[in-house]
């Protein structure tokens, strides 16, 4: 029986991934970047879209697109909402357990742009030494940068 089912798995190579993509879990990939400057400082965002608890201080996030490096999550989100340019470092953090969601967090360093806020997702951004960090920073994000 072993011997049939392992026949029928090589025969089955060219839909392989897709008999596995059909038969396990699919997740959402939130990711998050800790970035710092020369000094040390730590970007921080006020997010408008979190505004339901109080428009709290926290980490540029975002969600990896389809076939995007996880790397490039962190570097295209930060662009995209503060018109800056990073290079990733480490990873800092893996986690599951959020219904279909797994978050991934990296360290990161700016190498470049401008900041200039996009308006509708974000309405402030600061640099904030990690011993300083503001009233209303996430907890889950003070993690991050103490880490």
Same mark, same amino acid.
């Given at each position: 029986?072993?011997?049939?089912?392992?026949?029928?798995?090589?025969?089955?190579?060219?839909?392989?991934?897709?008999?596995?993509?059909?038969m396990n879990a699919t997740f959402m990939v939130g990711v998050s970047?800790?970035?710092?400057?020369?000094?040390?400082?730590?970007?921080?965002?006020?997010?408008?879209?979190?505004?339901?608890?109080?428009?709290?201080?926290? #980490?540029? %996030? *975002?969600?990896?697109? @389809?076939?995007?490096?996880?790397?490039?999550?962190? $570097?295209?989100?930060?662009? +995209?909402?503060?018109?800056?340019? #990073?290079? %990733? *470092?480490?990873?800092? @953090?893996?986690?599951?357990?959020?219904?279909?969601? $797994?978050?991934?967090?990296? +360290?990161?360093?700016?190498?470049?742009?401008?900041?200039?806020?996009?308006?509708f997702e974000i309405v402030d951004a600061k640099w904030f030494d990690?011993?300083d960090l503001p009233e209303g920073t996430r907890q889950a994000h003070?993690?991050?940068?103490?880490?």
């Amino acid at each position: 029986m072993k011997r049939a089912l392992v026949w029928m798995w090589r025969r089955l190579r060219p839909f392989q991934w897709r008999i596995l993509w059909i038969m396990n879990a699919t997740f959402m990939v939130g990711v998050s970047g800790v970035i710092r400057n020369e000094q040390g400082q730590v970007l921080l965002l006020k997010h408008r879209l979190w505004a339901a608890r109080g428009g709290d201080w926290g #980490v540029p %996030t *975002g969600y990896a697109k @389809r076939r995007e490096r996880l790397e490039d999550t962190v $570097v295209r989100e930060v662009r +995209e909402e503060t018109g800056l340019e #990073v290079r %990733t *470092g480490s990873l800092i @953090r893996v986690r599951s357990g959020f219904k279909f969601r $797994v978050e991934v967090a990296y +360290e990161a360093h700016v190498v470049g742009g401008t900041l200039k806020l996009d308006p509708f997702e974000i309405v402030d951004a600061k640099w904030f030494d990690p011993s300083d960090l503001p009233e209303g920073t996430r907890q889950a994000h003070r993690t991050l940068i103490h880490h």
